[in-house]
DNA sequence: CAAGATTATTTGACCCTTCAAACATTAGCA
DNA sequence: TGCTAATGTTTGAAGGGTCAAATAATCTTG
């Protein structure tokens, strides 16, 4: 059985007729061809060739149905789609559109062990729940996220997450202490380490790093910067 | 100025050429082709196309030269092959070899967005050393890996990751506990759990739960097994 | 400087993918 | 059952990318 390297419209045929054939309707010619974006004309060029190559089972104006070679090949591709597409979308927290297409086009080029490091880099922030957490924190502030700019307490600022301090409500005692560290409307802060009950937290600004209270901290209001610290 | 989508050979001349021209020969037709793998007379071709499109000045047994637009665009590309190169050699921990193709390869889907993203993970990753050895951990268990079977002291093995007994250098007592929890060689061992300063560690074994000093820990030996738990 | 060697281009051809237009078949309905 | 609309195929043409062989320019060296 030759190894031949299919080029990547190949593939995508092939993984387009898999997921037609599992609906009712099968892999009709004019499906394809509006799944592909392409004219029918080109659809009935490219079956012909695909059976020529033993890949699929068709004659005209019939229904295209993958030989066992061509499955096997159409499996693959399908697998490699959904193991991007997983990693867009779960991991990476990119639009579902963005995803499938990005996933579709680079799908043709990913080997094997690529795909399988990917999964397992998925496997590995899901399965560590606090870090999946922050992480998550992290990429609601990257570019391209919306809303961009979330506002919260200081005690809600991710660790790792720059945040603008928009006001400080806090008693006359700790104002005074806040604002001889320099913790005024405007600068820079970012929450360093929270306590393993979540209090206290110690927090960085302009250089300096202080410890304070949950509570204190969520009368910090603070605007969500893209970027790690 | 027209924003149309260059094929991918397109972009990997301009790429090729914004290499070749840092070296002190400049981007010469023999170079080219060898650096794509096609003969010279397919890039004499090509680089007369891309003088047509405005994106080289080039004319014939010259050196071929970016114009303003061509440099634009190949640096967008080297842009992107250096960035999905990073995250395959570095992230993921895979070959250069490897990386640079699967990284050639997808550089001409990869929107900036996503990117961005891929990016941003890894930063993420960098920027929190212990999780950052974790993953390293884990994925040195990986397929395609090696050497695939580390050995180590149980408190060595990286949470979720499998271990497999070798043997169990502990005292009479404790050893009684063990082997009641069925502690024995040859039986897959996992670590659930570590306390914040490492100590106590939480096992699992054959469904069973059980807390151990990290000092009896380390009188366990394990290899490391492919995959997480 | 004048071969001869090296490097590059031109030419003619091929394959792949695509389209529009003309033609053929099939399906749905009266 | 037959007619029309919907669907699919054939044909002819184009563009992109590639190669081998023939041809041309440039470089190297005695
Ligand atoms: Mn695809
Ligand atoms: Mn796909
Ligand atoms: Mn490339
Ligand atoms: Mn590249």
Same mark, same amino acid.
């Given at each position: 059985?030759?190894?031949?390297?299919?080029?990547?419209?190949?593939?995508?045929?092939?993984?387009?007729?898999?997921?037609?054939?599992?609906?009712?309707?099968?892999?009709?010619?004019?499906?394809?061809?509006?799944?592909?974006?392409?004219?029918?004309?080109?659809?009935?060029?490219?079956?012909?060739? *695909?059976?020529?190559?033993? =890949? +699929?089972?068709?004659?005209?104006?019939?229904?295209? @149905? #993958?030989?066992? &070679?061509? /499955?096997? !090949?159409?499996?693959?591709?399908?697998?490699?789609?959904?193991?991007?597409?997983?990693?867009?979308?779960?991991?990476?927290?990119?639009?579902?559109?963005?995803?499938?297409?990005?996933?579709?086009?680079?799908?043709?080029?990913?080997?094997?062990?690529? *795909?399988?490091?990917?999964? =397992? +880099?998925?496997?590995?922030?899901?399965?560590?729940? @606090? #870090?999946?957490? &922050?992480? /998550?924190? !992290?990429?609601?502030?990257?570019?391209?996220?919306?809303?961009?700019?979330?506002?919260?307490?200081?005690?809600?600022?991710?660790?790792?997450?720059?945040?603008?301090?928009?006001?400080?409500?806090?008693?006359?005692?700790?104002?005074?202490?806040?604002?001889?560290?320099?913790?005024?409307?405007?600068?820079?802060?970012?929450?360093?380490?929270?306590?393993?009950?979540?209090?206290?937290?110690? !927090?960085?600004?302009?250089?300096?790093?202080?410890?304070?209270?949950?509570?204190?901290?969520?009368?910090?209001?603070?605007?969500?910067?893209?970027?790690?610290?």
């Amino acid at each position: 059985m030759k190894i031949e390297r299919l080029s990547a419209k190949v593939e995508d045929y092939l993984e387009t007729i898999l997921r037609l054939s599992e609906t009712p309707r099968g892999a009709r010619t004019g499906d394809i061809a509006a799944a592909l974006n392409v004219q029918p004309s080109t659809v009935s060029a490219a079956l012909k060739s *695909l059976t020529e190559q033993g =890949l +699929l089972n068709y004659e005209p104006y019939g229904v295209a @149905e #993958l030989t066992p &070679k061509g /499955r096997h !090949v159409a499996e693959e591709i399908a697998g490699r789609h959904v193991g991007l597409l997983r990693f867009f979308t779960d991991t990476l927290g990119l639009t579902p559109e963005e995803s499938e297409v990005t996933a579709c086009g680079m799908e043709h080029d990913v080997t094997p062990l690529v *795909l399988d490091r990917i999964a =397992l +880099l998925g496997e590995f922030l899901r399965s560590h729940p @606090e #870090l999946n957490e &922050k992480w /998550r924190a !992290v990429r609601s502030t990257a570019k391209g996220e919306r809303p961009p700019g979330v506002e919260s307490g200081l005690d809600e600022l991710p660790p790792g997450v720059r945040g603008v301090v928009l006001s400080v409500d806090v008693g006359a005692a700790l104002r005074k202490r806040l604002v001889e560290m320099g913790v005024t409307p405007g600068v820079l802060i970012a929450v360093e380490r929270v306590a393993p009950l979540g209090d206290p937290i110690a !927090v960085e600004v302009r250089g300096y790093r202080l410890s304070m209270r949950k509570a204190e901290a969520a009368k910090i209001r603070v605007k969500w910067r893209p970027g790690l610290i």
